[in-house]
Nanobody, 115 residues
Framework: QVQLVESGGGLVQPGGSLRLSCAASRTLFSIYPMGWYRQAPGKQRELVAR???????NYADSVKGRFTISRDNAKNTVYLQMNSLKAEDTAVYYCNVETSARPYWGQGTQVTVSS
């Protein structure tokens, strides 16, 4: 069974930082694109950042310059460094891997930005 285990969410003040991690249970995931999505209450899930196996990246306009996605293929892990957090970044963040057969999702980790 494939598993994606996220960690690193929590409560942070505006302007603060958090680092999310997502560990995949399968070594094959190093060859697939991985990404982070988020879903705020009452809103659709949206792409935050994506990274290919070759480490090419793309970001949602709302997080460009503040968030950085990276991956460590030796550890089957993808990271999301989030800086200068804003209240509107509050959401459940989900890790995703796009295999050739189907996408896989993590269980989600809550990020709350509030003073």
């Amino acid at each position: 069974q494939v598993q994606l285990v996220e960690s690193g969410g929590g409560l942070v003040q505006p302007g603060g930082s958090l680092r999310l991690s997502c560990a995949a249970s399968r070594t094959l995931f190093s060859i697939y694109p991985m990404g982070w999505y988020r879903q705020a209450p009452g809103k659709q899930r949206e792409l935050v950042a994506r990274i290919t196996s070759g480490s090419s990246t793309n970001y949602a306009d709302s997080v460009k310059g503040r968030f950085t996605i990276s991956r460590d293929n030796a550890k089957n892990t993808v990271y999301l460094q989030m800086n200068s957090l804003k209240a509107e970044d509050t959401a459940v963040y989900y890790c995703n891997v796009e295999t050739s057969a189907r996408p896989y999702w993590g269980q989600g980790t809550q990020v709350t930005v509030s003073s």
